[in-house]
């Protein structure tokens, strides 16, 4: 074995040295690979994700039947969401939180090295798992992927073929990747947090990484039992979720929103901690309400377990029920607005300048505000009648996600990226990459708010004529958002290439443990923590 | 070039129409902001409400839009305003605050905030609850009653009252959807036997489904429930204006969940009743030729215009089906094996065992409560005969009737 010592004379405890090539990947513990490794892969899938979704896209270009039968449609559909959710944005926030939560709080590396070895290398795994039944049916075997949509709703799910235990069985991984991904965060932050600094002066990433990680342990689980009560009612004659055996369809949807609406801020809740730092450091001020931002983080986190009826409205649920789910759903609205208000506050009277993490950001508070407003009007139970199911859902879930999710990732991959790297990206790039996808995402999923208020259901391969224009031009701006993302796959391989030097603190306004470091930072940082007065 | 002149003269007010909304598109952006104006052309918005729900529904829609349009546009508004006056290459100086620091600032801090709860929980929360106790009310006055069951990819319409009982299947031709023929006006929106709903009544609506869950919605009646299997939900219509209503489901509910609309007749009372009328005259004309001997010929030509209707969607027009979802009736072992047994009985997991009883866990569902014993004795007899099939046996509607009786 290779002799590695660090600077103080210590054998290097692991990570770099000990192996060259695919084996120090497959091998690492070191918290910045296993981050690198989480963002890679999230790019990968979001890419792939992303193709399913404009093969979509281009059969609803106009109507009729184009490229493919509904079977396959439906594959596509479903498979995209769990592939953007679970390979594509998890992954993501994960990345980001082995690679900066040490750096921002001062600790040597994540606390349990090998355990984070090991929740990255069960999501390569879970991802072909889930896209295999695609390739499978090309040499006949079976019908395809899950084509239940990602909701894997009973008895759709029940009856559909092998794609639907294939789902499950990557769901599963991915969920036991992420537990174990929740409980190195947890512990990291709880242990490991530099001398002086209190719970209360940690950074707000790690705030709303750390309610992300309560909720990811406290509903997966509920997953999990969902989807493996499925499983059994597939194969082995448990009638959960059916009628004729005492059991009922409706259960499986309380059990899977119970998770699911968690789930969105478990999207959400990290890049909500990211955006103040992005917004102080260009508005050369300190964040605004970091104790109101903190309080609406737990507040929201709270509301979000108890609100997950509103996903199924049309089902036919109770009056008191109904009215409950609209009055805490509504609460929602108010830790949300202390949020934005507290974004706003942060830019008002500071010295901003609008390089691309800025500009990222405040594309995302606007678009996000789209998301929230309409998920108020949502929570109304006697609206919703006519949004539910409808692309006016599709539409918001797209603000909030593709917003409120991956705009802000990219918020965050812009704004460390010269840290990682050591090199600027490119800003011309980087700007013409966050207008072209502001302005075709804008051209997909506005149209589609009208589809679904004029009447076109969700899910749908074909749609009647009243439909054409808007899909034809939310197609459109698919392709374009789609080919966009290239650009920023170019950006991020040729600053990770070279490109200009960057600084330690890479941004004048930035202030915060990581900026100490060099960038990038050495394989191993903060060997002797800092300590906070 | 000429049927399309024909065509255009014939829809000529509603190709008027569509102009006037092509031109609208173009303001696109425009309408988000002005839902008020935009909710007179209803292209933009909900289509024109018939229902007493669907109106209140769009109601609230308007009122929500607009008060969500300002909320977005004062609080961007003072976010483009810092974004302009707050920048370093205006030489803005950054202040250092991160909170509210006095009582006034704190007073204007928690201004927003009580606006908020005052729009959240009391200008759309107390309609919102009375709109839910509207559209949960089934029961009271309801004048009568239309079940609903869905099944992959039909719908079922009974009327107990009347003892009618049909099913509801699009009649777009394949080949337009295949792009084979060009596209009719209600493209997708239309049905071979639409429901007919006397306008001015209160229909309480029960819904339940065969397989999976449904959905049926109706745009216009702003009513939206699920249907779910084993289970029965309600909902309610008071439709106010005679016309034709479509709609679809709305939950995915499998491989053709895009062709299973859901087209309403909305007449006056008299013509309504006349139309029961006629359809229990129907009724009793099909239970009477239940007992007559029917000819292989018969059966085949009225077995013919069952499983176009009911089985082609998943064994496919030429009985191939779309293995190994949907086995293929071409060449099947089981519509060549034996019909029924010595005693006349159903045999476990035979031809007539499948169509009648289902197989549990898959699409295939029971027809027995779907089906007459003439449809029922007709599609078998067709499937034992087509595709290449010769079994060249058939079953007659009689003894589909004592199965019946005798599973009871």
Not at chain 1, 135 to 147: C, M, P, Q, R, S
Not at chain 2, 184 to 212: A, C, Q
Not at chain 2, 261 to 270: F, Y
Request: glycine share 8%; net charge neutral.
């Amino acid at each position: 074995m290779n002799t590695a010592t660090t600077a103080n004379g210590h054998p290097a405890p692991h990570g770099a040295g000990h192996y060259g090539g695919v084996l120090r990947w497959l091998t690492t513990t070191n918290h910045k690979d296993i981050g690198t490794m989480y963002l890679t892969f999230s790019l990968l899938m979001f890419f792939v994700g992303g193709s399913m979704i404009l093969a979509v896209r281009a059969e609803l270009f106009s109507p009729g039947l184009q490229l493919m039968q509904p079977e396959f449609f439906n594959q596509l559909v479903g498979v995209h969401a769990l592939v953007m959710i679970f390979a594509a944005l998890m992954p993501a926030a994960t990345g980001f939180a082995n690679w900066m939560l040490p750096l921002m709080i001062g600790a040597p590396d994540m606390a349990l090295p090998r355990l984070n070895n090991w929740g990255f290398w069960l999501l390569p795994p879970a991802a072909l798992l889930l896209t295999l039944p695609f390739f499978l049916a090309l040499f006949g075997i079976g019908d395809g992927a899950l084509a239940t949509g990602w909701t894997f709703y009973a008895p759709l799910s029940v009856q559909g073929g092998m794609g639907v235990d294939f789902a499950i069985l990557a769901v599963h991984i991915f969920g036991i990747s992420s537990i174990m991904g929740s409980i190195n965060v947890i512990v990291t932050i709880f242990n490991m947090r530099a001398p002086g600094m209190t719970l209360m002066k940690m950074p707000l990433f790690a705030w709303g990484w750390l309610i992300t990680a309560f909720l990811l342990l406290a509903t997966l689980p509920v997953l999990a039992g969902a989807v493996t009560m499925l499983l059994t009612d597939r194969h082995f004659g448990t009638q959960f979720f059916d009628a004729a055996g005492g059991g009922d369809p409706i259960l499986f949807q309380h059990l899977f929103w119970f998770f699911g609406h968690p789930e969105v801020y478990i999207l959400l809740l990290p890049v909500w901690g990211l955006m103040p730092h992005v917004l102080a450091t260009f508005s050369r001020k300190p964040a605004y309400g970091y104790k109101a931002q903190v309080y609406s983080f737990i507040a929201i986190g709270v509301l979000s377990l108890v609100v997950w009826a509103h996903h199924f409205f049309t089902a036919g649920l109770p009056v008191p029920a109904l009215i409950y789910f609209m009055f805490s759903t509504m609460a929602i609205s108010i830790p949300l607005a202390v949020l934005f208000f507290c974004w706003i506050a942060t830019m008002w009277k500071g010295a901003m300048t609008f390089e691309t993490p800025m500009l990222f950001a405040v594309g995302f508070i606007v678009l996000f505000g789209i998301a929230g407003l309409t998920g108020l009007i949502l929570a109304d139970v006697a609206a919703d009648a006519q949004y539910h199911h409808s692309y006016f859902v599709v539409a918001h879930f797209h603000y909030a996600l593709f917003t409120g999710g991956i705009m802000g990732v990219m918020t965050g991959v812009y704004y460390w990226l010269p840290k990682w790297t050591g090199h600027m990206y490119s800003e011309k790039l980087g700007k013409l990459h966050f207008w072209l996808t502001v302005f075709s995402f804008n051209l997909t999923f506005m149209p589609q708010f009208f589809l679904g208020l004029a009447g076109m259901p969700r899910r749908i391969p074909d749609y009647a004529l009243q439909f054409a224009e808007f899909n034809a031009i939310s197609s459109v701006g698919a392709m374009i958002l789609g080919v966009s993302q290239l650009l920023f796959a170019w950006n991020i391989w040729s600053c990770i290439r070279g490109g200009e030097k960057a600084e330690a603190r890479v941004w004048e306004g930035a202030d915060g443990l990581e900026w100490e470091l060099p960038s990038p930072p050495p394989h191993h940082s903060w060997e002797t923590q800092p300590v906070i007065k | 070039m000429e049927s399309s002149a024909l065509h255009s003269r014939a829809v000529g007010s509603s190709r008027v129409s569509a102009c006037l909304r092509r031109t609208s598109s173009r303001a696109l952006a425009a309408s988000l902001l002005l839902p008020g104006a935009a909710a007179a052309e209803y292209k933009f918005n909900f289509p024109e409400p018939v229902t007493p729900i669907a109106r209140e529904t769009l109601h609230i829609h308007n009122e929500f839009m607009l008060i969500i349009t300002i909320l977005f546009v004062v609080v961007f508004a003072i976010m483009i305003y810092s974004m302009i006056k707050h920048r370093k290459s205006v030489g803005h100086a950054p202040s250092q605050f991160s909170g509210p620091s006095s009582a006034m600032q704190w007073f204007w801090a928690l201004i927003p905030f009580a606006i908020l709860l005052f729009i959240d929980f009391v200008l759309m929360g107390i309609p919102a609850v009375q709109a839910i106790i509207s559209m949960e009310d089934t029961k009271t006055r309801a004048d009568m009653v239309l079940k609903v069951t869905g099944m992959q990819w039909k719908w079922q319409y009974e009327y107990p009252e009347a003892g009618i009982k049909f099913i509801s299947t699009m009649s777009t031709p394949r080949a337009q959807i295949a792009n084979a023929e060009a596209k009719g006006e209600h493209y997708l929106l239309e049905v071979d036997k639409p429901v007919v709903l006397p306008v001015g009544k209160k229909v309480r609506i029960l819904l339940t489904s065969t397989d999976v869950i449904h959905t049926w919605w109706v745009p216009q009646f702003g009513v939206k429930r699920d249907a779910i299997p084993g289970f029965l939900r309600e909902t309610w219509v008071l439709i106010e204006k005679p016309g034709i209503y479509r709609g679809q489901c709305a939950e995915l509910c499998g491989k053709d969940h895009g062709f299973m609309p859901v087209v309403v007749h909305a007449v006056p009372e008299p013509e309504y009743l006349a139309w029961v009328e006629q359809q229990k005259a129907e009724a009793v004309a099909t239970a009477g030729s239940a007992d007559r001997a029917w000819s292989s010929e018969e059966l085949i030509a009225e077995g013919k215009a069952v499983y176009d209707k009911v089985c082609v969607a998943c064994h496919q027009d030429q009985g191939q089906g779309v293995p190994p979802v949907f086995p293929a009736l071409a060449g099947s072992k089981i519509v060549a094996g034996p019909l029924l047994d010595m005693n006349g009985r159903i045999i476990p997991d035979s031809h007539v065992d499948r169509v009648v009883n289902g197989k549990a866990g898959t699409a295939m569902q029971a027809f027995r409560e779907t089906l007459s014993d003439v449809e029922l004795a007709a599609v078998i007899t067709y499937e034992r005969n087509s595709f290449g099939n010769k079994v060249g046996d058939m079953i007659q509607p009689a003894q589909i009737k004592a199965l019946r009786q005798e599973a009871k």
